[in-house]
């Protein structure tokens, strides 16, 4: 069974930083894309960054030089790096996968979600 599970999301202040993880299990990662998706209250899901099975990486500008997305495939495992956290990242983070390449929105296989709160 295909299963995606998030974790490494709370509450962090302005300027904090947090480590988000997408473990995958039912499959390898190896052949396969994982992109972060997020969604804040009343807005729409925004994509935030992917990394394709090749390692190519992705982001939105809205967090180019703040995140930062790795894979380690020997523990099955991608990596969300968030640093200089700002309120307006505040959301629910979400990793999703297809094959090979990065897509704007169309995955196959979602996670649950993991809380990101940014406040003082």
């Known amino acids: 069974q295909v299963q995606l599970v998030e974790s490494g999301g709370g509450l962090v202040q302005p300027g904090g930083s947090l480590r988000l993880s997408c473990a995958a299990s039912?499959?390898?990662?190896?052949?396969?894309?994982i992109g972060w998706f997020r969604r804040a209250p009343g807005k729409d899901r925004e994509g935030v960054s992917c990394?394709?099975?090749?390692?190519?990486?992705f982001y939105a500008d809205s967090v180019k030089g703040r995140f930062s997305i790795s894979r380690d495939n020997a523990k099955n495992t991608v990596y969300l790096q968030m640093n200089s956290l700002k309120p307006e990242d505040s959301a629910v983070y979400f990793c999703?996968?297809?094959?090979?390449?990065?897509?704007?929105?169309?995955?196959?296989?979602w996670g649950q979600g993991t809380q990101v709160t940014v406040s003082s």
């Open positions: 990394i394709s099975s090749a390692g190519t990486t």
């Open positions: 039912g499959f390898t990662l190896d052949d396969y894309a």
């Open positions: 999703a996968t297809r094959e090979f390449s990065c897509h704007v929105e169309e995955y196959d296989y």
